[in-house]
């Protein structure tokens, strides 16, 4: 049974990058169907609907996972990015938080919580979130230009402040 269903997510998966998501969708539903319990196809289809646009059923599948397993890192990670697609930054900041604390090494949960702190306008903190992003992975481009960018605005924030 575990042979079966880990054949159709790597089916599925093949698909997704084929960009034929309905036949991937399809594939995802008949493992849950068959697995209610596997996580990796309930993250793996809410990951699918988020890159279709379809947010808010993603975050319904990623709390599903959730409650299976509370600190799976795919879980609270992709939420995370869901929450803050919809603009919902404090309550993405929560879900990076908790994988933060389950990995506090997690480059990609501390570079998106910079990301979303920069959006509720807190640029230090996002530029601290990014530096400890970059020593974890130096090469993690997102963080090095989103660092970039926050200390440009904060650059910019200090000299119009200056002005007035």
Partial sequence: MEKESARMLAQAFELCEDG???EALKLYDSVIQKFP???NALIDK???LQNLGKVKQSIRLYDKALKIDSNNLD???NKGSALHTLEKYSDAITCYDLAIKTDNKHAMALAY???SLGELGNLQ???KHFKKALTI???YDLANISKKLAQDLLKNSKRK???Q
Avoid: F, W
Wanted: proline share 0%; glycine share 4%.
């Fill in 37 to 39: 319990q596997n996580i």
């Fill in 75 to 77: 879980a609270l990670i």
């Fill in 125 to 127: 903190d996002a530029i």
């Fill in 161 to 163: 402040s200056k002005t």
């Fill in 137 to 139: 992975d130096k090469d």
């Fill in 113 to 115: 919580k910079g990301l």
């Fill in 46 to 48: 809410a990951v699918t």
């Fill in 20 to 22: 034929n998501y309905s």
